[in-house]
């Protein structure tokens, strides 16, 4: 039985059947138009596919959602680490960054569809907005983290302050910063979709919501497993990038605590 | 003696002056109309009258309410089974894919059948808040748990400790710091989350209240409840930084 | 030298002054929602159906979620028409300032066409709006333009909506859902969902705004004054063009589906259930604004509350530029 488990590609397909198992059941269960059934949701994607309109949407979102997430790793990198190696300029930003946060952007839609228009551009500084909380933060934690001995052996070595940031801090960091790019990741999914609700032109969201405000459920859904087809894409990716930059980094065979 | 005062000196708050600052010029410059960006000292002007009014403060009460449950459900779950996924590898193995279909999904889509299959009131924004929130608490402990020191734990059984009780006495606080980070991004995503829910269907909660100003065109109205969600989230925060302070005595990157 | 060049400069500054006080823009921004704007999906999907269109003016199109959000826009001046609810609009003017004017009207209510209406289960034993008292009832927004009317409606029949039912937030489609769970004793119902739900036989009508008030304009389209003051042509061609779209859109019931269906995403099966049906909303053939029934609506809305004072609708009326244009 522990060796089915460790067949490479079974679980995985395992746990979407057993999702998509689920799914039915709720569906079935709660018999309501709003949560349709697997077999109606698949039923959904020929004329989808068909219509030259949705990939188009699904281009648009990709596209803000890859440079809104490039732009925030640009932005929230240096800021995260600098966070972490500077107590004053942890201080300084951390008030700044819990004030700013919670607030959800999209109320403040209106005034920023004003000055940046109804196109890509707020929907975009939308996403950079939310994805930059998770890379901060974990840049920082990584950042701070980073053991003194070895900056100091760094330093006794002649190293000077910014080849130490270089060399030493960021790949130090690196385990955690990429955990902060994978969380970003997510969120960058989840904000192309609801940036899209407030100003529509195009996009996933644009799709799910208009077809919520008229009842196409299995549209919804439809673009629903969409993302999340998307959603696996990136992560795998991510994780061959992941163990290629800090493979090193991992503990060798896992974390023996039991010997079942 | 400098370097001292200078440490003790909240400057945190210089940047959060120069925000309120330049919200002041843009709102005068005339860049943005009153009817759509009102001047801070109105906004706070009328902040502070609200938190005098008991009705508003049973919508913060609320929206505080189902903030914290679905955040304590998220992080239960999260932890929960971040440290299962991270130390047993059959568990890692089914957990693994669930997270990454279910983590980008915008459970926001899903919100009309919560409602019908929860009700209207805390029961589905508590579960909206915590779906959203679990994920990012779960990726950081899962990634927490993996990275911990083998030779920690192989002391600790050699010691005599059983399998269980050394992920609670070893795995547990070595991933600590990892938790925490992910408790912080799971805060704001609550914060978040539970506002948005409350804008699109409620009946209470600051983000009615928005959402209600904002069909009245009271302007002024729709920035308190962002200027109460915003406070309640540092609030918040700072709490989860005491607690952080508390809990990590001793770590290195404390010092 | 320098004199003479002063001298060039300053004409040529006046000159290009007045030159850009006379030249009109040629763009319009207009703000627009789903549904029930088949005018300016006409405009949008079939341009060359209208003169000049694309050629010598153009449409720029911003699509919302809804009205409300229009309303922001044009207070801002990010667009220079839209459509508008009658309420969203007047508050709008009175919360925000916002100086515009109803040059058009795209749906409305008349005897004999649909009218919102409240529904309950097939077999609820309720039978009338009085034993709504201590019950569930869900509307699509609460203090939105229907609501005026439901709670006038409710007082004639002695019930508080603000104290005797316990009002929630429900948005049209999923209102056939709600009535089935139980979750609310009776709910709103707007097409295309009530043709849905009355073909699956699921529930009554209890009572409809009809009841009420008979002609219920649901919404216009409006332009801020400022635009209109520098742009009169454009915006006389824009309104012309609404007329023009709503005879085509009624003239060609079967092209309408289709292009509808291109805006909405909606298969045209759906849409062939209710829309230009006698189980839809009234459009007046030019797109004519009801201003006396607005006027009644706004009445209603002071009494209930949704508006801070009395609004007289002439405020938005400038009749170079209402509809039916010559």
Redesign the interface.
Known sequence: M?GL??LPGL??L???GG?LAAWQAASLA?G?D??PGVPATLAAFPDLIRDPDTIRNIADSLRRMVVGFAAALALALPLGILMGRS??FA??????L???????K???M??IM??LGVGDLSKTLVIVFAVS??VI??AY?GA??V??KMLWSAAAMGMSGPARLLRVVVPAAL??IL?GC??G???A??TM??SE?IARQSGI?NL??NS?DFAQYET?YAM?VV??V???V???AFERLRTALVGW???????????? | MSARL??RA???????AV?IGIWQAVALSG???P???PRPALVFARVLEQLGQPEFLLHAAATLRRLFAGFVVALVLGVALGLAA?????VD??V???V???????????Y??L???L??DDAPKIVLVAA?SF??IL??TL?G??????KL??AA?AAGTS?AA??YKV?LPATL??IL?GC??GL??S??VV??AE?I???DGLGWV?V?A??????VD?FVP?IA??????AL??GLSAIRARLLVGF??EA | MRTQIAGLAGAALVLSLSAARAEEATTIKVGWTIPAEESKYWMMRRPDAFAGLGKTWKIEFVQFQGT?LI??AL???AVDCGTQAPL?LA??A?????KADIVAQHVAEKAGSFSVYWAVKKDSPITSPAELKGKTVSIN????GIYAPFALLLKKNGVDAQKDIK?????F??SE??LK?G?VDAAVMNQPFAAKAEANGTIRKLFSLADQQADIVHTVEACRKDFVQQNPNLVKTYVKAITAGMKLALADRAETLKVVSEVMKVPVPVLDTYLLKDNDFSRDPTAAPNFAAIQTLYDGYAETG?LPRKLDVQEFHDPAVTAPLQ
């Open positions: 522990r488990a460790t679980p995985p395992l746990a979407i999702l709660v309501l709003s949560l107590r004053t201080r300084l930003m951390n008030p700044l819990m004030v700013t946060y919670p607030v959800p999209a109320a403040l209106p005034i004003l000055w909380l998770p933060y974990h934690a701070r983290a053991e003194e385990p955690e955990v994978r969380t990741i997510v969120i999914l989840i979709v609801t609700m969201g799910i919501f919520l919804v629903i993302v999340g998307l959603g696996i990136l992560d795998i980094a991992s503990p060798v065979g896992e974390v023996a605590v039991a010997s079942a | 200078l440490a909240p400057i945190g708050l210089l940047p959060i925000l860049l943005a109309p009817a759509l960006l991270g130390v047993n590898r059959r193995a089914v693994r894919p669930l990454r279909i279910l983590a980008p999904i915008p459970k926001i889509a899903l009309p059948a409602i019908l299959t009700g209207f959203d994920f990012p990726l950081a990634q748990a993996r990275a911990v020191e083998p734990v192989w059984r399998a050394s992920i795995v710091p990892a980070t912080r991004i704001v995503v914060c978040i506002f948005l804008m269907s409620s009946t928005l209600n904002a069909r009245r065109f009271q302007t729709m962002l969600i915003s406070v309640l989230g540092l925060n700072l290195p990157e | 409300p309303t922001q207070a801002a001046g969203a508050q709008g009175i919360g925000g300032g916002l927004a609460l203090g939105g009002m929630v937030e429900i948005p489609p999923v859902d709600a769970t979750r949704l």
